[in-house]
């Protein structure tokens, strides 16, 4: 079985300051990871994804990632947060072994909220 | 950009009623989805679809669920006798082969069963 755990169900942080969304997961053989992103009244949209190859993964809207197989983390971060990345944010994970259809499970979701 | 498009945006229904949630996933994408969010929790995955068949199904997917590929753009979800229970947000998600490609997702429905 597959799973992901998102620690903290809020993240606050003013604007200009680092943010980072934490994300751990769990797979039985190696996994795909994604962060996607939730606005309001809106559908989930793609930011990044790890795949295989350099554990730093860069996405959409200066987003990055990293991924660390010993941690079973994928913590997603930005150098410098802005008012309008306040969002709920959602981690996923698919196990490789699963077969080609398989599904994305998700975490529960961190709401960001970036002050002024 | 090809956008994944779901109709209609908000449906509301009497419970024991059917009613079919519409996608269009993006055009030559092979594997077809559906998940569910209830209000504040988490997003689920209901089904997959490839090659006009399931290719899983969640222990939420029961006999009054169904899917269909009616034709060569549309993706639906019927519900045959809607529960409370079943209110939710549906998002469809759409991608290419290969299993490193990435689901994109709709706007979502939702469906509010009184």
């Known amino acids: 079985a597959q799973s992901v755990a998102q620690p903290e169900d809020q993240v606050n942080v003013a604007e200009g300051n680092p943010l980072t969304v934490k994300c751990t997961y769990s797979?039985?053989?190696?996994?795909?990871l994604f962060w996607y992103v939730q606005y309001p009244n809106r559908g989930l949209q793609f930011l990044l994804k790890?795949?295989?190859?350099?554990?730093l993964v860069k996405g959409s809207y200066g987003f990055e990632a990293e991924f660390n197989k010993s941690q079973t983390s994928f913590h997603l971060k930005k150098p410098s947060a802005l008012v309008s990345d306040s969002a709920l944010y959602f981690c996923?994970?698919?196990?490789?072994?699963?077969?080609?259809?398989?599904?994305?499970?998700f975490g529960t979701g961190t709401r960001l909220q970036v002050t002024l | 950009e090809p956008e994944v498009t779901q109709t209609p945006s908000h449906q509301v229904t009497q419970m024991g009623q059917e009613v079919i949630l519409r996608c269009v996933p993006i055009?030559?994408?092979?594997?077809f989805y559906w998940y569910r969010q209830i209000l504040g929790q988490k997003v689920e995955f209901l089904v997959s679809?490839?090659?006009?068949?399931?290719?899983?199904k969640s222990e939420i997917f029961d006999d009054q669920f169904s899917v269909e590929r009616p034709d060569g753009s549309n993706f639906t979800l019927k519900i045959r006798s809607t529960k409370l229970e079943d209110s939710a947000m549906y998002f469809c998600?759409?991608?290419?082969?290969?299993?490193?490609?990435?689901?994109?997702f709709g706007p979502g429905t939702r469906l509010l069963v009184l």
């Open positions: 679809f490839y090659n006009n068949e399931i290719s899983e």
């Open positions: 998600a759409s991608r290419l082969a290969g299993p490193q490609e990435t689901q994109y």
């Open positions: 055009s030559n994408h092979l594997y």
């Open positions: 797979v039985s053989g190696n996994p795909y």
């Open positions: 790890y795949i295989t190859g350099d554990n």
């Open positions: 996923a994970v698919r196990d490789k072994e699963t077969g080609t259809a398989s599904k994305l499970t």
